[in-house]
Protein backbone atom coordinates (compact mmCIF):
# COMPACT_ATOMS: atom_id res chain seq x y z
CA UNK A 1 0.00 0.00 0.00
CA UNK A 2 0.93 3.13 -0.90
CA UNK A 3 1.70 5.30 2.10
CA UNK A 4 -0.05 8.60 2.37
CA UNK A 5 1.98 11.82 1.78
CA UNK A 6 3.26 13.26 4.43
CA UNK A 7 1.91 17.25 3.97
CA UNK A 8 4.85 18.77 6.14
CA UNK A 9 7.60 16.56 6.21
CA UNK A 10 10.32 18.68 8.00
CA UNK A 11 7.88 19.79 10.73
CA UNK A 12 6.72 16.05 11.47
CA UNK A 13 10.84 14.85 11.66
CA UNK A 14 11.62 17.88 14.14
CA UNK A 15 9.14 16.68 16.40
CA UNK A 16 9.40 13.27 16.15
CA UNK A 17 13.16 13.36 16.55
CA UNK A 18 14.32 10.84 19.64
CA UNK A 19 14.85 12.74 22.62
CA UNK A 20 12.22 16.00 21.40
CA UNK A 21 9.05 15.91 22.36
CA UNK A 22 6.01 18.18 22.00
CA UNK A 23 5.08 20.64 24.62
CA UNK A 24 2.95 19.37 26.96
CA UNK A 25 -0.62 19.55 26.60
CA UNK A 26 -2.15 21.85 29.35
CA UNK A 27 -3.36 20.54 32.11
CA UNK A 28 -1.30 17.14 32.11
CA UNK A 29 1.08 17.84 35.32
CA UNK A 30 4.58 18.17 34.58
CA UNK A 31 7.96 16.66 36.18
CA UNK A 32 9.07 13.12 35.52
CA UNK A 33 6.56 10.51 35.37
CA UNK A 34 7.12 7.58 38.93
CA UNK A 35 9.00 3.91 37.97
CA UNK A 36 6.67 1.56 36.94
CA UNK A 37 6.25 -2.16 37.92
CA UNK A 38 3.40 -3.98 35.65
CA UNK A 39 1.64 -6.32 35.45
CA UNK A 40 1.73 -7.55 39.39
CA UNK A 41 -0.68 -9.76 39.98
CA UNK A 42 -1.65 -10.14 43.95
CA UNK A 43 -2.83 -13.32 44.92
CA UNK A 44 -4.65 -14.55 47.93
CA UNK A 45 -4.01 -18.13 49.12
CA UNK A 46 -6.85 -20.43 51.12
CA UNK A 47 -6.71 -19.88 54.36
CA UNK A 48 -8.22 -20.60 58.01
CA UNK A 49 -10.48 -17.36 57.61
CA UNK A 50 -10.89 -17.94 53.83
CA UNK A 51 -10.73 -19.73 51.07
CA UNK A 52 -12.10 -20.37 47.21
CA UNK A 53 -13.11 -23.83 47.71
CA UNK A 54 -13.88 -24.35 43.87
CA UNK A 55 -15.26 -23.03 41.42
CA UNK A 56 -17.26 -23.11 37.78
CA UNK A 57 -19.73 -23.26 35.87
CA UNK A 58 -20.78 -19.94 36.73
CA UNK A 59 -20.83 -19.93 40.21
CA UNK A 60 -18.03 -20.22 43.12
CA UNK A 61 -18.51 -22.11 46.04
CA UNK A 62 -16.01 -20.15 49.29
CA UNK A 63 -15.67 -21.01 52.80
CA UNK A 64 -16.16 -17.56 55.37
CA UNK A 65 -15.09 -19.20 58.91
CA UNK A 66 -17.47 -22.06 59.61
CA UNK A 67 -19.57 -21.93 56.88
CA UNK A 68 -19.31 -22.51 52.95
CA UNK A 69 -21.28 -20.35 50.69
CA UNK A 70 -22.28 -20.38 47.02
CA UNK A 71 -22.60 -17.28 44.97
CA UNK A 72 -22.89 -16.75 41.26
CA UNK A 73 -19.44 -15.84 39.61
CA UNK A 74 -19.58 -14.24 36.24
CA UNK A 75 -15.93 -15.42 35.74
CA UNK A 76 -15.53 -19.09 36.44
CA UNK A 77 -16.16 -19.83 32.65
CA UNK A 78 -14.71 -23.57 33.37
CA UNK A 79 -16.19 -26.53 35.22
CA UNK A 80 -15.96 -27.08 38.84
CA UNK A 81 -13.63 -29.45 39.73
CA UNK A 82 -15.02 -30.89 42.56
CA UNK A 83 -18.26 -33.69 42.91
CA UNK A 84 -21.40 -31.59 42.81
CA UNK A 85 -21.49 -33.58 46.46
CA UNK A 86 -19.32 -31.08 47.57
CA UNK A 87 -20.89 -28.35 46.75
CA UNK A 88 -24.09 -29.62 48.14
CA UNK A 89 -22.87 -29.33 51.55
CA UNK A 90 -22.87 -25.52 51.14
CA UNK A 91 -24.73 -23.96 54.53
CA UNK A 92 -25.88 -20.58 52.08
CA UNK A 93 -26.80 -20.48 48.46
CA UNK A 94 -27.22 -16.65 47.10
CA UNK A 95 -30.43 -17.18 44.79
CA UNK A 96 -31.33 -13.69 44.37
CA UNK A 97 -34.81 -14.75 42.65
CA UNK A 98 -37.39 -12.51 45.07
CA UNK A 99 -37.41 -8.62 45.35
CA UNK A 100 -36.53 -9.10 49.13
CA UNK A 101 -34.35 -7.14 50.74
CA UNK A 102 -31.50 -9.07 53.20
CA UNK A 103 -31.29 -12.80 53.64
CA UNK A 104 -34.68 -13.32 51.92
CA UNK A 105 -32.35 -13.86 48.61
CA UNK A 106 -30.30 -16.74 50.12
CA UNK A 107 -31.58 -20.27 50.67
CA UNK A 108 -30.32 -22.27 53.04
CA UNK A 109 -29.85 -25.97 52.86
CA UNK A 110 -29.55 -27.12 56.15
CA UNK A 111 -30.58 -25.13 59.35
CA UNK A 112 -31.41 -21.52 58.82
CA UNK A 113 -28.42 -19.37 59.68
CA UNK A 114 -28.51 -15.98 61.49
CA UNK A 115 -28.13 -12.97 59.43
CA UNK A 116 -25.07 -12.22 61.13
CA UNK A 117 -21.82 -14.64 61.71
CA UNK A 118 -18.44 -14.06 63.45
CA UNK A 119 -15.44 -13.73 61.03
CA UNK A 120 -12.10 -12.78 61.22
CA UNK A 121 -8.73 -11.70 59.16
CA UNK A 122 -5.55 -12.39 60.25
CA UNK A 123 -6.72 -12.20 64.04
CA UNK A 124 -8.97 -9.27 63.41
CA UNK A 125 -12.85 -10.28 64.81
CA UNK A 126 -15.53 -8.78 62.03
CA UNK A 127 -19.26 -9.84 61.51
CA UNK A 128 -19.97 -11.57 58.12
CA UNK A 129 -23.08 -10.77 56.61
CA UNK A 130 -25.88 -12.27 54.52
CA UNK A 131 -26.82 -8.92 52.35
CA UNK A 132 -29.68 -8.67 49.27
CA UNK A 133 -26.44 -8.04 46.93
CA UNK A 134 -24.96 -11.55 47.72
CA UNK A 135 -21.94 -9.67 49.38
CA UNK A 136 -21.33 -10.94 52.80
CA UNK A 137 -19.08 -7.63 54.00
CA UNK A 138 -15.74 -8.13 52.93
CA UNK A 139 -13.85 -8.48 49.49
CA UNK A 140 -11.09 -11.33 50.43
CA UNK A 141 -8.88 -10.12 47.32
CA UNK A 142 -8.34 -7.24 49.27
CA UNK A 143 -5.91 -8.95 51.69
CA UNK A 144 -3.07 -8.39 49.95
CA UNK A 145 -3.63 -4.56 49.84
CA UNK A 146 -4.07 -4.39 53.37
CA UNK A 147 -1.21 -6.09 54.55
CA UNK A 148 1.19 -3.92 52.26
CA UNK A 149 -0.35 -1.03 53.38
CA UNK A 150 0.23 -2.37 57.60
CA UNK A 151 3.63 -3.28 56.44
CA UNK A 152 4.28 0.69 55.17
CA UNK A 153 2.31 1.92 57.98
CA UNK A 154 4.58 0.11 60.94
CA UNK A 155 7.73 0.68 58.72
CA UNK A 156 7.30 4.69 59.20
CA UNK A 157 7.69 3.94 62.94
CA UNK A 158 6.27 8.21 62.63
CA UNK A 159 2.01 8.84 63.46
CA UNK A 160 0.56 7.90 59.71
CA UNK A 161 -2.86 9.40 58.93
CA UNK A 162 -4.90 7.04 56.66
CA UNK A 163 -8.15 7.73 54.75
CA UNK A 164 -10.07 5.41 53.21
CA UNK A 165 -12.48 6.18 50.56
CA UNK A 166 -15.70 4.02 49.68
CA UNK A 167 -14.45 2.12 52.78
CA UNK A 168 -17.63 0.11 53.13
CA UNK A 169 -17.79 -2.37 56.48
CA UNK A 170 -14.45 -0.97 57.53
CA UNK A 171 -11.98 -3.96 57.19
CA UNK A 172 -9.05 -1.64 55.57
CA UNK A 173 -9.86 0.88 57.98
CA UNK A 174 -9.55 -1.39 60.98
CA UNK A 175 -5.98 -3.33 59.91
CA UNK A 176 -4.65 0.47 59.38
CA UNK A 177 -6.00 1.08 62.97
CA UNK A 178 -4.88 -1.85 64.40
CA UNK A 179 -1.16 -1.24 62.82
CA UNK A 180 -1.32 1.84 64.43
CA UNK A 181 -2.78 4.87 62.00
CA UNK A 182 -5.25 7.39 62.59
CA UNK A 183 -7.80 6.45 60.08
CA UNK A 184 -10.17 8.64 58.48
CA UNK A 185 -13.64 6.68 57.04
CA UNK A 186 -15.56 7.74 54.11
CA UNK A 187 -18.94 5.82 52.58
CA UNK A 188 -22.00 7.03 51.54
CA UNK A 189 -24.09 4.44 53.18
CA UNK A 190 -25.49 4.65 56.50
CA UNK A 191 -25.86 1.05 56.81
CA UNK A 192 -22.38 0.12 56.46
CA UNK A 193 -21.28 2.87 58.38
CA UNK A 194 -22.95 1.61 61.31
CA UNK A 195 -22.19 -2.25 60.10
CA UNK A 196 -18.38 -0.90 60.16
CA UNK A 197 -18.46 0.61 63.35
CA UNK A 198 -19.54 -2.31 64.76
CA UNK A 199 -16.72 -4.27 63.56
CA UNK A 200 -14.84 -2.08 65.51
CA UNK A 201 -16.85 -3.19 68.64
CA UNK A 202 -16.32 -6.72 67.61
CA UNK A 203 -12.87 -6.23 66.96
CA UNK A 204 -11.68 -5.27 70.36
CA UNK A 205 -10.33 -1.98 68.59
CA UNK A 206 -13.21 0.84 70.11
CA UNK A 207 -10.03 2.72 71.70
CA UNK A 208 -8.45 3.03 68.29
CA UNK A 209 -8.63 6.59 66.27
CA UNK A 210 -11.24 6.33 63.65
CA UNK A 211 -13.25 8.73 62.07
CA UNK A 212 -16.86 7.17 60.71
CA UNK A 213 -18.06 9.71 58.10
CA UNK A 214 -21.00 9.01 56.46
CA UNK A 215 -20.06 11.35 53.16
CA UNK A 216 -20.00 11.65 49.82
CA UNK A 217 -16.05 10.73 48.99
CA UNK A 218 -15.47 13.26 46.12
CA UNK A 219 -17.26 15.65 47.83
CA UNK A 220 -15.16 15.35 51.29
CA UNK A 221 -11.86 14.77 49.41
CA UNK A 222 -12.36 18.11 47.88
CA UNK A 223 -13.53 19.64 51.79
CA UNK A 224 -10.44 18.23 52.80
CA UNK A 225 -8.16 20.18 50.00
CA UNK A 226 -9.80 23.65 50.85
CA UNK A 227 -9.50 22.95 53.88
CA UNK A 228 -5.95 22.26 53.94
CA UNK A 229 -6.16 19.09 55.42
CA UNK A 230 -3.49 15.65 54.29
CA UNK A 231 -3.02 12.32 54.44
CA UNK A 232 -0.08 10.17 54.46
CA UNK A 233 -1.94 7.07 52.44
CA UNK A 234 -5.08 7.09 50.93
CA UNK A 235 -7.00 4.00 49.51
CA UNK A 236 -9.83 4.38 47.19
CA UNK A 237 -11.80 1.35 46.34
CA UNK A 238 -14.94 3.04 43.94
CA UNK A 239 -17.77 0.97 42.94
CA UNK A 240 -18.38 1.51 38.85
CA UNK A 241 -21.81 3.56 39.56
CA UNK A 242 -22.91 4.64 43.11
CA UNK A 243 -24.67 7.52 44.96
CA UNK A 244 -23.42 10.00 48.02
CA UNK A 245 -25.84 10.36 51.18
CA UNK A 246 -27.33 13.37 49.45
CA UNK A 247 -27.81 11.70 45.99
CA UNK A 248 -24.74 12.74 44.85
CA UNK A 249 -23.97 10.60 41.64
CA UNK A 250 -20.72 8.85 41.11
CA UNK A 251 -19.70 7.41 37.77
CA UNK A 252 -16.40 5.79 37.78
CA UNK A 253 -15.50 7.04 34.03
CA UNK A 254 -16.52 10.10 34.87
CA UNK A 255 -15.32 11.23 38.28
CA UNK A 256 -12.09 8.70 38.77
CA UNK A 257 -9.60 11.26 37.15
CA UNK A 258 -10.91 14.29 39.13
CA UNK A 259 -10.60 12.21 42.28
CA UNK A 260 -7.08 10.96 41.79
CA UNK A 261 -5.96 14.43 41.37
CA UNK A 262 -7.61 15.35 44.74
CA UNK A 263 -6.48 12.75 46.45
CA UNK A 264 -2.75 13.72 44.87
CA UNK A 265 -3.45 17.05 46.46
CA UNK A 266 -4.36 16.09 49.72
CA UNK A 267 -1.01 14.31 50.65
CA UNK A 268 0.85 14.86 53.06
CA UNK A 269 4.53 16.51 52.66
CA UNK A 270 5.66 13.07 53.46
CA UNK A 271 3.31 10.64 51.93
CA UNK A 272 3.58 6.88 52.14
CA UNK A 273 1.00 5.14 49.26
CA UNK A 274 -2.21 5.55 47.35
CA UNK A 275 -4.29 2.59 46.47
CA UNK A 276 -6.71 2.51 43.92
CA UNK A 277 -9.03 -0.48 43.37
CA UNK A 278 -11.84 -0.78 40.64
CA UNK A 279 -13.97 -3.87 39.76
CA UNK A 280 -16.98 -4.61 37.52
CA UNK A 281 -15.87 -2.31 34.89
CA UNK A 282 -14.92 -2.83 31.49
CA UNK A 283 -11.15 -1.30 31.40
CA UNK A 284 -8.05 -2.70 31.54
CA UNK A 285 -5.36 -2.23 34.35
CA UNK A 286 -3.51 -0.15 31.95
CA UNK A 287 -5.74 2.30 31.96
CA UNK A 288 -5.73 2.83 35.76
CA UNK A 289 -2.35 2.64 36.10
CA UNK A 290 -1.36 5.34 33.18
CA UNK A 291 -4.24 7.53 35.17
CA UNK A 292 -2.30 7.30 38.24
CA UNK A 293 0.92 7.45 36.90
CA UNK A 294 0.55 10.62 35.03
CA UNK A 295 -1.11 12.48 38.08
CA UNK A 296 1.48 11.11 40.14
CA UNK A 297 4.34 12.73 38.01
CA UNK A 298 6.70 14.72 39.79
CA UNK A 299 6.03 13.18 42.83
CA UNK A 300 9.19 10.25 42.48
CA UNK A 301 8.24 6.59 43.71
CA UNK A 302 6.69 3.58 41.86
CA UNK A 303 3.28 3.17 40.35
CA UNK A 304 2.56 -0.45 40.59
CA UNK A 305 -0.66 -2.10 38.82
CA UNK A 306 -2.08 -5.29 38.00
CA UNK A 307 -5.65 -7.71 39.05
CA UNK A 308 -6.29 -8.70 42.43
CA UNK A 309 -6.65 -12.72 42.08
CA UNK A 310 -7.88 -15.54 44.70
CA UNK A 311 -6.60 -18.72 43.99
CA UNK A 312 -8.61 -21.55 44.20
CA UNK A 313 -8.23 -24.51 46.66
CA UNK A 314 -9.53 -27.12 44.14
CA UNK A 315 -7.57 -26.58 41.13
CA UNK A 316 -5.43 -23.69 41.76
CA UNK A 317 -7.18 -21.65 39.35
CA UNK A 318 -7.14 -18.11 39.44
CA UNK A 319 -10.35 -15.89 40.19
CA UNK A 320 -9.63 -12.38 38.89
CA UNK A 321 -11.59 -10.06 40.83
CA UNK A 322 -10.44 -7.03 40.33
CA UNK A 323 -7.53 -4.46 38.64
CA UNK A 324 -5.98 -1.68 40.58
CA UNK A 325 -2.74 0.72 40.54
CA UNK A 326 -0.81 1.83 43.06
CA UNK A 327 1.23 4.74 43.99
CA UNK A 328 4.15 3.60 46.66
CA UNK A 329 6.57 6.60 47.58
CA UNK A 330 9.57 3.91 48.00
C1 LIG B 1 -17.19 -2.36 47.14
S1 LIG B 1 -17.37 -1.24 48.38
C2 LIG B 1 -15.69 -0.99 48.80
C3 LIG B 1 -15.08 -2.18 49.52
C4 LIG B 1 -14.05 -1.85 50.59
N1 LIG B 1 -12.95 -1.09 50.07
C5 LIG B 1 -13.54 -3.10 51.28
O1 LIG B 1 -12.51 -3.63 50.91
O2 LIG B 1 -14.22 -3.60 52.19
C6 LIG B 1 -17.94 0.26 47.65
C7 LIG B 1 -18.51 1.21 48.69
O3 LIG B 1 -18.64 2.50 48.08
C8 LIG B 1 -19.72 3.16 48.71
N2 LIG B 1 -20.11 4.30 47.86
C9 LIG B 1 -20.77 4.29 46.69
N3 LIG B 1 -20.88 5.55 46.19
C10 LIG B 1 -20.24 6.37 47.07
C11 LIG B 1 -19.98 7.76 47.11
N4 LIG B 1 -20.43 8.58 46.17
N5 LIG B 1 -19.27 8.25 48.15
C12 LIG B 1 -18.81 7.43 49.13
N6 LIG B 1 -19.04 6.10 49.15
C13 LIG B 1 -19.74 5.57 48.13
C14 LIG B 1 -20.76 2.07 48.89
O4 LIG B 1 -21.68 2.41 49.93
C15 LIG B 1 -19.90 0.86 49.23
O5 LIG B 1 -19.81 0.66 50.62
Request: aromatic share 10%; hydrophobic share 40%; glycine share 10%.
Amino acid sequence: MKPLRDRNPRQRQRSDAPGRQPAAAAGRRAGPLPEERLPLILEVLPDEDYALLDSGGGRKLERYGPYRIVRPEGQALWQPAWEAAEWDKADAVFTGDTDEEGMGRWRFPGTPLGETWPMRHDGIAYLGRFTSFRHVGVFPEQASHWAHMAGLIEAARRPVKVLNLFGYTGLASLVAARAGAQVTHIDASKKAIAWARENQEVAGLGDRPIRWICEDAVKFAEREKRRGNSYDIILLDPPAYGRGPKGEVWQLFEHLPGLVETCRDILSPRPLALVLTAYSIRASFFAVHALVRDAFAGMGGRVESGELVIREQSAGRALSTSLFSRWVAR
